[in-house]
């Protein structure tokens, strides 16, 4: 993505696409989570994770998935080091699990 043709095309195209997107999965999300928390968090995590890479020709390739504790042992905890936008839903994708995020507190003032 170092080509100036190649960055400018996704400034145009794909952030809008992608802003736009998130912000009508956000509101499915909200609006299913009214009548199911399992619901709200599938379109969160697993919609909203393809409507953001899809569009950008991202595929992945998850490997180790199996070394995940079982859903039935309880929760666990993934860091991402936040290298692209994209780290957020690979990590939604990735586990093939119900999300739930933590932020620090600096990032919503």
Known sequence: MNHPLVKFLYVVWYVP?????TVVSGAAAIAASFFSARAGRYISNS???HIALDPAGIRLSISGRENLPPASAGGF?????HTSMADIPTVALGTG?????VAKAALGR
């Open 17 to 21: 696409v992608l802003v736009v997107l």
């Open 47 to 49: 919609v909203w994770g």
């Open 77 to 81: 905890i993934v860091f991402a080091n």
């Open 97 to 101: 699990r119900s999300v739930s995020w």
